[in-house]
Antibody, heavy 118, light 110 residues
Framework: QVQLVQSGTGVKKPGASVKVSCKAS????????ISWVRQAHGQGLEWVAW????????NFAQRFKDRVTMTTDTSTSTAYMELKSLRSDDTAVYFC???????????WGQGTQVTVSS | SALTQPASVSGSPGQSITISCTGS?????????VSWYQQHPGKAPTLMIF???NRPSRVSDRFSGSKSGNTASLTISGLHTEDEADYYC???????????FGGGTKLTVL
């Protein structure tokens, strides 16, 4: 079955870090990149970053550039996004999506709720 | 900045509706890389249209996309109650952000 399965809910304190995983199955992991998109409660979608599963190249939305790290493990077909120095406005659902290029996200994970609260 | 969509649209079963998505000459106007996503409450988005007017094979032909200048449009014909959802447009952009989304449109099927 072609799918992306993400790690579970996380609750973090301001200033901490969170690492979200996204495990792919049913297709060749290294054939497509992975983008991360977040959605605050009741709000729209916001693109965060992209990683090439082939060579590890990355691209970030400017506002996340200094706080996001993305890695991949091709042996387990898993992508990871780590967001550091968390703030309350980072509270959102974070989705990973298979990225076929040029804003074409054809497969999405179920989403991971990240809550930042003291 | 985000692409501009109407906050809400509505229609009755069997009717047709169109959702607009307005950008600029740096995104929609410059590239044929507009996608549309459907999102039901509490669920992940799903791809409905890509590259302005192409449909994934699993998507009904009641969904169609088009573009004129800096504005893209999604048309849903023969509305079904299950079409009630939020719809988001997105576009590749040359501004360095890579991709931007619209603010989303809530479709109500009355």
């Amino acid at each position: 079955q072609v799918q992306l399965v993400q790690s579970g809910t996380g609750v973090k304190k301001p200033g901490a870090s969170v690492k979200v995983s996204c495990k792919a199955s049913g297709y060749t992991f290294t054939n497509y990149g992975i983008s991360w998109v977040r959605q605050a409660h009741g709000q729209g979608l916001e693109w965060v970053a992209w990683v090439s599963t082939y060579n590890g190249n990355t691209n970030f939305a400017q506002r996340f550039k200094d706080r996001v790290t993305m890695t991949t493990d091709t042996s387990t077909s898993t992508a990871y996004m780590e967001l550091k120095s968390l703030r309350s406005d980072d509270t959102a659902v974070y989705f990973c999506a298979r990225d076929r290029g040029s804003s074409l996200f054809d497969l999405w994970g179920q989403g991971t709720q990240v809550t930042v609260s003291s | 900045s985000a692409l501009t969509q109407p906050a809400s649209v509505s229609g009755s079963p069997g009717q047709s509706i169109t959702i607009s998505c307005t950008g600029s000459s740096s995104d929609i106007g410059a590239f044929n890389y507009v996608s549309w996503y459907q999102q039901h409450p509490g669920k992940a988005p799903t791809l409905m249209i890509f590259e302005v007017s192409n449909r994934p094979s699993r998507v009904s032909d009641r969904f169609s996309g088009s573009k004129s200048g800096n504005t893209a449009s999604l048309t849903i014909s023969g509305l079904h109650t299950e079409d009630e959802a939020d719809y988001y447009c997105s576009s590749y952009t040359s501004t360095g952000t890579y991709v931007i989304f619209g603010g989303g449109t809530k479709l109500t099927v009355l």
